[in-house]
């Protein structure tokens, strides 16, 4: 049998695309309106250089740090995705996986395995939450996730509903139906990987979120649960406070963009902020993350951590991130394209590359620590950073 480890991010991209189903891949590729801000997230990163040694390098390299108080083997977390339809396993395989690397897992609300699983797979997960329903209902999600052993809980905010996409999004049902079975066989049919890997679990991607309903209550649909949250009010920063206070641990405001958000988040409370976009899925336009994360880590990195999430795909992205204040990042669709291509195996392989590319920086750049990277080891053009709000 042909090796399955891949070489590049890139090249699980493609392998993932060729095994996926068309619309199970469209729904990963996602990427809001013209996909301005999802290209821009990845292309922020080429314009960015860097100022290697030739001589006096580390013969040994750290990569070990904490992220809201987790120890974790290397600056890379696994940003919470709804991974449905693409992996029997779904975000098990992914926890397993991290666990495997001593990486922390982000789990959504969205997802489609249940937290307590998750948790089992990887103690160290970071329950992922939007703003759906009453603080009732909230506060029973976050006494869930608590109980099932989440050590720290990620808000994220950024998310405005704007749909439509110039490529076309694909066709998601809302439940699998017979009607929607034989409406999506030839798709399937023409992946016969994926098919025979659902095959052998007798069971087909039921669509639903067992993390969301309180109560209870039968796990709703997909967009079930979507139509919960369109209808529920969006939060002020006064019910950000009250989320922080009424989870009491380790706690994440994901999807930052502008420095005046950034301040608030530090006085509501909060112990890390994402700089993201939401992989240029919420307003289109938004800058790439990396270029608004150097002002924002001035402002407020002394006062809280600060990841960035967003066009991640390889070691040198993690290195550049670090070296413009993030104190680690989040991955999306790479271990997603990973997860696609190999299952667990594939996110393994995925977080191998980044290790060793991230290895390689350090390296290069002559640095002993993750620590010692800083904005000197960049070549940083002229007008790179947005500053947004300050
Ligand atoms: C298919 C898909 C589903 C996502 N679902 C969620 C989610 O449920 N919750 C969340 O906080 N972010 C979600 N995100 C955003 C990611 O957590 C992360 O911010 C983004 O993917 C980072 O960009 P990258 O994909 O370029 O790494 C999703 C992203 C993608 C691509």
């Not at 996909?35 to 250089?49: C, K, Q």
């Not at 991974?83 to 666990?99: F, I, K, L, T």
């Not at 994220?156 to 409406?183: A, N, Q, V």
């Not at 087909?204 to 649960?225: C, K, Q, R, S, Y």
Request: hydrophobic share 45%; with cysteine; aromatic share 6%.
């Amino acid at each position: 049998m042909a090796s399955k480890w891949f070489e590049t991010v890139a090249v699980a991209q493609r392998r993932a695309k060729r095994r996926l189903p068309k619309s199970v891949y469209g729904a990963l590729v996602a990427g809001a309106e013209k996909g301005l801000t999802a290209r821009d997230n990845v292309e922020a990163f080429s314009e960015l250089g860097f100022a290697p040694h030739v001589a006096g390098l580390s013969a040994t390299r750290e990569m070990a740090t904490t992220v809201m108080g987790q120890p974790v083997s290397m600056p890379v977390l696994i940003s919470p995705t709804g991974v449905q339809a693409v992996h029997p396993d779904g975000e098990v395989a992914v926890a397993r996986a991290a666990a495997a690397r001593g990486v922390a897992m982000g789990l959504s609300s969205f997802a489609s395995k249940p937290v307590e699983e998750v948790v089992a797979a990887n103690p160290q997960t970071f329950f992922q939450m939007y703003w759906v329903g009453s603080r009732d209902d909230m506060a029973a999600r976050m006494e869930r996730a608590r109980a099932a052993g989440a050590v720290g809980l990620i808000a994220t905010l950024d998310w405005s509903f704007s749909f439509g996409r110039d490529w076309g999004s694909p066709h998601i049902p809302e439940k699998m139906t017979l009607r929607e079975m034989i409406r999506m066989a030839p798709e399937a049919a023409a992946r016969p990987a994926w098919l025979l890997e659902w095959g052998r679990t007798g069971r087909i991607p039921d669509l639903t979120v067992p993390n969301l309903p309180v109560g209870g209550a039968p796990a709703p649909t997909f967009f079930g649960a979507y139509g919960q949250w369109m209808q529920t009010p969006p939060p002020s920063w006064e019910d950000v406070a009250w989320l922080r206070s009424a989870w009491g641990g380790a706690f994440m405001l994901k999807g930052v963009t502008r420095i005046d958000d950034a301040k608030r988040a530090v006085d509501a409370g909060v112990t890390a902020i994402s700089v993201s976009n939401h992989g240029g899925n919420n307003l289109d336009g938004t800058p790439a993350s990396i270029r608004l994360l150097p002002d924002i880590a001035r402002a407020v990195g002394d006062q809280v951590e600060v990841l960035l999430d967003g066009g991640i795909r390889r070691g040198g992205d993690v290195a550049k991130a670090l070296a413009l204040g993030a104190r680690a990042v989040m991955i999306g669709r790479a271990y997603l394209w990973g997860l696609g291509a190999a299952g667990q195996a594939g996110v393994e392989n995925v977080l191998d590359l980044l290790r060793s590319g991230l290895d390689a920086c350090l390296l290069g750049l002559g640095h002993s620590s993750i620590a010692e990277l800083s904005a000197g080891d960049l070549v940083i053009p002229e007008g790179f950073t947005r500053r947004l709000g300050g």
